[in-house]
């Protein structure tokens, strides 16, 4: 199975303990219990860590504030996301939809973020892969894609683990400073809802300062 190609364009809530959304006439999503009630966004997490005195260099406000990074960089793209998770989560991050033109209803997205200092193994493809497993209800069954969204570029094992899967998969580089870098997916994904829509580099006046674009038939999404 091949991955979407990687190319470059030169050119260039508030908080509820549960949460509906309405997704078609007949089906409304529920979104599970927020593991955090004390806040809903990266604003919010940033004043409740201060308040608290929360290490910033512990493993619990690493991997929060990076979770809330990567739901606003996903933003940007398209996706409408919400932070969940819990015991029986099976290492869902994010839970939410994506409005494409290539699909007529939205496709349902879940994410797992990994804010690693070291690059993503295939192991964390697999763990994905049972994240489908643990999805809420409205999460299962066609029509869902899931991400793996790490601080480092996809090695040839990771590529070749997520071609290899028989789930609608994809992988993206999300730096700490919430620019995403790199994005592709599997072919299943494309029979998701993904065929057609482009992935490139947008570049500012800085050719150093750079951010994935999508696109579909030559237009930006």
């Known amino acids: 199975m091949l991955l979407t190609r990687f190319s470059r364009f030169k050119r260039?809530?508030?908080?509820?303990?549960?949460?509906?959304?309405?997704?078609t006439d007949s089906e409304v999503l529920i979104y599970p219990e927020s593991r955090s009630p004390s806040h809903h966004d990266l604003p919010s997490f940033l004043e409740y860590a201060?308040?608290?005195?929360?290490?910033?260099?512990?493993?619990?406000?690493?991997?929060?504030h990076y979770e809330y990074t990567v739901q606003v960089a996903l933003q940007r793209l398209g996706l409408s996301l919400k932070r969940v998770g819990g015991k029986s989560?099976?290492?869902?991050?994010?839970?939410?939809?994506?409005?494409?033109?290539s699909v007529d209803q939205p496709l349902k997205v879940l994410v797992q973020c990994k804010a690693l200092a070291r690059k993503a193994e295939p192991g964390q493809v697999r763990a994905l892969e049972g994240a489908f497993v643990g999805a809420p209800p409205g999460w299962r069954g066609s029509g869902v894609l899931g991400l793996l969204v790490t601080?480092?570029?996809a090695t040839k094992g990771v590529r070749e683990a997520l071609g290899r899967s028989r789930l609608p998969m994809g992988y993206v580089l999300c730096g700490p400073d919430g620019?995403?870098?790199?994005m592709l997916w599997n072919r299943r994904a494309e029979q998701e809802g993904m065929e057609g829509i482009g992935v490139g580099l947008k570049y500012s006046s800085d050719q150093d300062d750079k951010e994935v674009v999508l696109t579909w038939k030559g237009d930006t999404l």
């Open 12 to 23: 260039c809530q508030e908080h509820s303990f549960r949460t509906y959304s309405t997704f």
């Open 50 to 64: 201060k308040r608290s005195e929360l290490d910033t260099s512990s493993a619990v406000y690493v991997g929060t």
């Open 89 to 101: 989560d099976h290492g869902t991050d994010l839970l939410g939809t994506w409005d494409l033109p």
């Open 151 to 153: 601080q480092k570029s």
């Open 179 to 182: 620019k995403i870098l790199q």
